[in-house]
């Protein structure tokens, strides 16, 4: 197989590019590094367009297993030497396997169960560290309002695969709260109603704010619960992700 040696190649500066947002958004697709995340990429059924690996005598050999053979456009891996992979991969230390994968299409639709409203979240990594612990508690339709890119480099990892079972549906706000128009919304703010006493509906949304500035006007408005996470002092707040699984958890699992 041809071994890509250039940083200058076209399929380097293609792969490259979605390390950004710009890129993705051109392109439509996004980053999955690791072999384990790879491989659960697939068994999830996300649509593969290429599969990259390093070339060395150990990832050669896996270029020739069934595992990549007839997965990419290319018809098995696309090999890249040591200064191209690097220019490619987001990670500090590179696994040496990375794939091109298609965004899903993130039509904006009623949601069928309990579900997840992310209000203005900025931090990447707390974007994919509540989408890992929604696809685990259940909440596997999240809404996205003004938050950070769910599929940059830094939030797929941080879901640790959870991006790859979760129905993510981004748009404006507005339109985000009428497809859960009649869903019950329960805010999460300090303020609120004790979460451990708080009995929700069976079907609900929860809806996590902002890391500093907390919910929007808008949510606020038209949330129809607000409960909190009690706090010892000196403490105030919890980070935005955990705050969403101990909720999530609390909520999803409540007795009736």
């Known amino acids: 197989m041809t071994v890509i040696t250039s940083k200058q190649n076209p399929i380097v500066k293609e792969l490259s590019s979605l390390k950004e947002k710009k890129g993705r958004r051109e392109r439509g697709t996004f980053l999955v590094e690791g072999g384990k995340m790879l491989s659960e990429c697939m068994e999830s059924g996300m649509e593969i367009v290429r599969i990259a690996l390093l070339a060395t005598e150990e990832h050669l050999a896996l270029a020739e297993t069934s595992l990549f053979q007839g997965r990419t456009a290319f018809g098995g891996a696309v090999l890249l030497g040591a200064d191209a992979f690097r220019a490619v991969s987001d990670e500090k230390t590179p696994q040496g396997v990375l794939a091109e994968v298609k965004i899903p299409p993130a039509n904006v639709e009623r949601p069928s169960g309990r579900c997840l409203f992310l209000d203005g979240l900025a931090d990447p990594a707390n974007v994919g560290a509540v989408i890992r ?12 309002a003004d938050c950070a890119d769910p599929y940059s480099p830094k939030s797929v990892r941080a879901s640790m695969s959870g991006v790859f079972y979760t129905k993510l549906m981004r748009g404006a706000r507005e339109e985000l709260l009428e497809a859960l128009e009649g869903v019950p919304m329960i805010a999460a703010d300090m303020d ?28 606020r408005k038209r949330a129809d619960y607000t409960v909190g996470i009690p706090m010892r002092d000196p403490v105030e707040s919890l980070n935005a992700a955990v705050s969403a699984g101990v909720m999530m958890y609390l909520l999803g699992y409540a007795k009736k």
């Open 133 to 144: 612990t929604a696809a685990a508690a259940g909440y596997r339709e999240i809404y996205l």
């Open 192 to 219: 609120g109603e004790d979460v451990f006493t708080f009995v929700p509906p069976e079907k609900h949304c929860i809806c996590i704010g902002n890391e500093g500035n907390g919910l929007s006007d808008a949510v």
